[in-house]
């Protein structure tokens, strides 16, 4: 298979931006330099990553860390490894995702966010292709291609003194932008197909839903603030409800944002994508400890009386992000103390951090 179309195959899309990311994947895939790839939250900076790798010549893994889904306690750990006993809970020794991408590959999702004092560490590592273990003194030789993300300014993070300019220099060696969904609408309905194709592989008791040329208009006119991630689970949700069937706007409109206004409503899809720290005064009332200590039972009458579908299982899912989310921010970015809080064990906690990739920013801070 050719570079060309490799690349079609990875990262849909036949706008003029989207073939302007596949032409830098190609030119910066055969050579050694760190790449930094920018964009909004969901636009699928990650398969950047995986084409670069795949068109270089390493052999060794594609390794993906999401910074800012890791407590930053457990990141140094996560990343450079650790020596059997060196902190409490290390029962045995353990590489990081840096000797694990040996020869390979290592893609550091959110690196905007990963905490100044693993920045310095990061850049060591860097300058000297060796990797020193939590607890040891041996610098490990490591040999890996480096590439990042952020759908942050990093450059004015660095300029407010937030963020190391040293390393900004060296993970920015080549720089491609991915564009959000609402800046390539006209490949909304490929991305549907390509979506469709995945879903049908993945959840095999599901027929994907399908749009008339009504309803994909009535889809471009969108902004689509999660970008892939949240047309994925649109689709997912609209094949759930109505498996197999081709939906207009009628079918569609009760599952989306108010599109007069352009204002997304309450609680919708798209507030999945929202800063947590940034919620409207009718997700606090939801979620706020106040409430939810209370003897009060909550009022989910409003759900019911927009006459559209609940789907029970994303809905639970959603509260529960939140709650995660919430107990961190309110615990100084503690998982003992969050877990405590949640009713959970440590070890539970962890496992649902992973799950959701929670974004705790206070934890960045």
Known sequence: MTNSKFLENLIA?????????????????PYPVNVLAIGPTGSGKELIAKGIHKLSARTGKFIAVNTAAIPADLLEAELFGHEKGSFTGADKARKG??????????????????PFSLQAKLLRVLETKTVQKIGSEKSIPVDFRLVCATHTDIGELARQGKFRADLLYRIAVYTIENPPLAERTEDLEELITVLSMRLKKTETKIKPATFDAEALGFLRAYTWPGNIRELAN???KCSVLFSGQTLGIEEIRPLM??????????ITQASLWDDPTERSSSEEDLLGSNKIESNESIDFIDYFSRNQPLNLRQFLSDIE???????????????EVAA???????EDLLDKIKLYAVMNRSLMK
């Open 97 to 114: 995702k840096v000797e694990e991408a040996a020869n390979g590959t290592l893609f550091l999702d959110e690196i905007g966010d990963m």
């Open 321 to 335: 992000e939140k709650l995660v989310t919430t107990a961190l921010q309110q615990s100084d970015g503690s998982v």
């Open 234 to 236: 649109f689709l997912q």
């Open 340 to 346: 405590q809080k949640l009713g959970l064990s440590s």
């Open 13 to 29: 899309g036949s706008s003029a931006k989207m073939q302007e990311v596949r032409q830098h994947i190609a030119l910066a895939a």
């Open 257 to 266: 944002p108010n599109f007069e206004t352009g204002e997304p409503t309450e």
